[in-house]
């Protein structure tokens, strides 16, 4: 089974500081994926990669960055968290390109910004 | 703009009966869809996908249907079971936006013994 592993579940910062989420998968997926899940709007795409050191903007990149440094790991950076930063991130893969390929969610991590 | 829209945040179902979960989207390039399940505390997980060359895709108690004319699908559960209380989402994805998915508000089951 594939697993993608998100290395905190739950994380309180302040405003102003730098946040890592990091996310690895076990699997040798191409594609990784930063999504953030809010009560009333579902899942957003933040950012996603489909190769090493490649990133691509999804739908809400604003304040945050992203890193692929290597296959397995994809880091989401928030800059200067702010609370409305304040939300359940989850980090998900999948093995190639197109439409019918299935993502593979890490079990979230819960940020809260004070 | 919501492209995809689960218009009920919840439903609740007898134990045995049938569960159906509603899916819109506006996007009429979107060519495949796909329900996840989604457990708390837990990431959510593939349930069923459909393309949209087809009408319906089943896989046991699980049905997809889509109504391309309407831009809607719908996910039926028979017989519903305890477990299956969950938040679903449904997805699409368009051929033309590379890997990027839609995902809905979600719509959460409970399913009553």
């Known amino acids: 089974d594939v697993k993608v592993t998100q290395s905190s579940r739950y994380l309180v910062k302040r405003t102003g500081e730098k946040v890592f989420l990091e996310c690895v998968q076990d699997?040798?997926?191409?594609?990784m994926f930063w999504y953030r899940q809010d009560p009333g709007l579902g899942l957003r795409l933040i950012y996603f990669s489909y190769d090493v050191k490649m990133k691509e903007k999804g739908d809400i990149p604003e304040g945050y960055s992203v890193s692929r440094e290597k296959k397995e790991r994809f880091s989401l950076i928030l800059e200067s968290a702010s609370t409305n930063q304040t939300s359940m991130y989850l980090c998900?893969?999948?093995?190639?390109?197109?439409?019918?390929?299935?993502?593979?969610f890490g079990s979230g991590t819960q940020l809260s910004v004070l | 703009d919501q492209q995809v829209k689960q218009n009920s945040p919840s439903l609740s179902v007898q134990e045995g009966r049938i569960s159906i979960l509603n899916c819109d989207y506006t996007?009429?390039?979107?060519?495949?869809f796909l329900w996840y399940k989604k457990y708390p505390a837990e990431g959510p997980t593939f349930l069923i996908s459909?393309?949209?060359?087809?009408d319906k895709n089943e896989d046991g108690r699980f049905t997809v249907f889509l109504n391309k004319s309407a831009k809607h699908l719908s996910l039926h559960i028979v017989p519903s079971q305890p477990g299956d209380s969950a938040v679903y989402f449904c997805a699409a994805s368009a051929w033309n936006t590379g890997n990027q998915f839609y995902f809905g508000t979600g719509t959460s089951l409970t399913v009553i013994p």
């Open positions: 998900a893969s999948s093995l190639g390109v197109g439409g019918n390929e299935k993502l593979f």
């Open positions: 459909i393309s949209s060359i087809k």
């Open positions: 996007n009429s390039m979107f060519d495949y």
């Open positions: 699997m040798d997926h191409e594609n």
